[in-house]
């Protein structure tokens, strides 16, 4: 592993060397070692099936509910070990995750989704109030869409629904699952820039989860790339973003001009920063 996210910074979540198995059989990460500093944006990138998801749910231990297990190597968030603890338990401590595919209560509207975002607090009613009033400064469009039943809003809409209600848990760490997933490019900026906002503005930490590899490192601080559920580099977002495996790697684009799919595939077979 290269250097450290932010040597300045205090480590918030330092994930250590974990694996994780499925149905006692199935081994999808091995060895995956990250840290995300406290107040920084860290983006895990790779592949759809690269092991991404599944790193977010050990961190939030949301693994049991899909029969997966972290079986080595150990989670800790702000110096304490949490990987045994319940998601419940998580949250308190201030660690949310935004679930990949914008999981809404689609019955309920979007103010009574944000409020679900809540039920782990013990803040009175004033408080809540200020959450939400937080909550409408960063996403106005959820104030004029606040009546609305969730499942009838656009799908930019449910993804500030859903970053918005994990706000409302007062979150240290929001770990945010393919946030650009199915939304037009508009759309991906105006959630990313809220991100951005948030990061700065509140000192949210986040690990994004992101196949959109050039706008993630756009707004990351750090990056560190899974493939087949291993870290194969990682480093500097400018650093990543410039570098030429990267961009041929994900983008089909070389010094020499964007290649073409049958060369781009010749490419990953050859797995050239594994040398």
């Given at each position: ?126 408080d809540i109030a200020q ?28 993804q500030m629904t859903a ?113």
């Amino acid at each position: 592993m290269s250097a450290q996210p932010d040597p300045g910074r205090q480590v918030a979540l330092s994930v250590n060397n974990i694996e994780v198995i499925y149905d006692h059989v199935i081994l999808v990460l091995r060895g995956v070692s990250l840290e995300v500093p406290e107040g920084g944006i860290v983006a895990l990138l790779g592949a759809n099936g690269a092991g991404k998801t599944t790193t977010l749910k050990a961190i939030s231990n949301l693994l049991h509910a899909e029969r997966g297990e972290v079986t080595k190597g150990a989670i800790e968030f702000r110096g304490q070990r949490v990987d045994r603890l319940t998601p419940n338990d998580l949250v308190r401590r201030g660690v949310c995750q935004v679930m990949e595919g914008r999981h809404c209560f689609a019955h309920l509207t979007v103010e009574e989704n944000l409020l679900t975002g809540a039920f782990t607090r013990k803040g009175s009613r004033a408080d809540i109030a200020q959450a939400l009033d937080k909550v409408y400064h960063y996403f106005p469009r959820l104030k004029e869409r606040r009546a609305s039943l969730a499942g009838y809003t656009s799908g930019g809409e449910q993804q500030m629904t859903a970053l918005g209600r994990a706000l409302m848990a007062q979150p240290a760490m929001i770990l945010l699952d393919e946030p650009s997933m199915g939304l037009a490019p508009q759309i991906v900026e105006e959630i990313f820039e809220i991100v951005g906002d948030l990061n700065a503005r509140e000192g949210v930490s986040f690990l994004l989860a992101e196949q959109n590899t050039m706008v993630a490192l756009r707004y990351a601080n750090y990056g560190y790339i899974l493939e087949n559920g291993r870290v194969v580099m990682d480093g500097q977002a400018s650093e990543l973003a410039n570098n030429e495996d990267v961009k041929e790697f994900y983008l089909g684009l070389s010094t020499a001009g964007r290649r073409s799919f049958r060369d781009v595939k010749h490419y990953r077979r050859r797995k050239r920063w594994l040398a």
